[in-house]
C-alpha cells in the first residue's frame, strides 16, 4: 500500500531535489523515511484538501484517508484488497469482488448471514442501504470528472453544517430527511451521538 500511497497521498517529500531527480522512494523502502503525509493540523492551507473531521476531500489521494481508518490499522486491509492492476474494471480498477461491498464480508464475516446484515444495516437485502461501501465509504471525495468514494472508511456521523462538512452518508440517499432524523436514527441504532 505503501507503493500506491507513495502517489495517492497528500505526501510531502523530504527530497530537496524532488523536482530534478523525482522521489528516492523504491519498493520495498518504507515510505515514512522519505516525507510524512500532509494532515490538517500540520498543513498550513490544507482545508481545500480535507473535510472539517480531517477526512480527504480530494480523488487521487485515497492512501491518506484509507491509511487513518480501523480496517487499515488494526487489521488486514490494503489497496490490493480492492483494487487490482490487471484483470480488474479499467475505470477504478477494481477487482470484481470489489464492486459490491462483498468484499468487506472477508474479515467482517459475522454480516454473511442475511439477517445479521439487515439487524445492522436496518435496510432491506439488496437495497442501496444495506451495501457496506454506502455508508462506511461514501461519495464525498471530488475527482476529476465525479465524485468517488472516500476511503477514510467509519461510520456515519452527522455534524454541524458549515462550509467545509463533509456529507453524512445517511443524507446523502435520503435526501428528503433532515440531519436530526438522522441523527436520531444514529443514536437509537447505534448509540452513535
Not at 495517492?8 to 520495498?28: I, N, T, W
Not at 442501496?128 to 454506502?134: A, M
Amino acid at each position: 500500500s505503501q507503493i500506491c500511497g507513495s502517489c495517492h497521498s497528500h505526501f510531502q517529500h523530504d527530497d530537496a531535489d524532488l523536482a530534478v531527480s523525482g522521489p528516492k522512494f523504491r519498493p520495498g523502502d518504507n515510505l515514512f523515511h522519505f516525507g510524512m503525509l500532509e494532515l490538517p493540523e500540520n498543513e498550513a492551507g490544507a482545508m481545500s484538501r480535507f473535510w472539517a473531521d480531517g477526512a480527504n476531500r480530494s480523488g487521487g489521494r485515497e492512501y491518506s484517508g484509507m491509511s487513518s481508518s480501523a480496517c487499515y490499522l488494526q487489521g488486514e486491509l490494503s489497496c490490493a484488497t480492492c483494487h487490482s492492476m490487471h484483470g480488474s474494471d479499467p475505470n477504478d480498477q477494481l477487482k470484481p469482488e470489489a464492486l459490491t461491498g462483498q468484499v468487506c464480508l472477508q474479515c467482517h464475516d459475522t454480516l454473511r448471514d442475511s439477517d445479521a446484515l439487515v439487524s445492522h444495516t436496518h435496510h432491506p437485502m439488496g437495497s442501496s442501504g444495506s451495501d457496506c461501501y454506502n455508508c462506511h465509504m461514501p461519495h464525498t471525495n471530488y475527482a476529476l470528472f465525479k465524485a468517488i468514494r472516500s476511503h477514510t472508511i467509519d461510520s456515519p456521523q452527522v455534524s454541524p453544517v458549515a462550509s467545509n462538512t463533509r456529507p453524512n452518508a445517511c443524507n446523502l440517499c435520503h435526501l428528503d430527511r433532515t440531519q436530526a432524523w438522522t441523527s436520531d436514527h444514529l443514536h437509537a441504532w447505534y448509540g452513535i451521538k
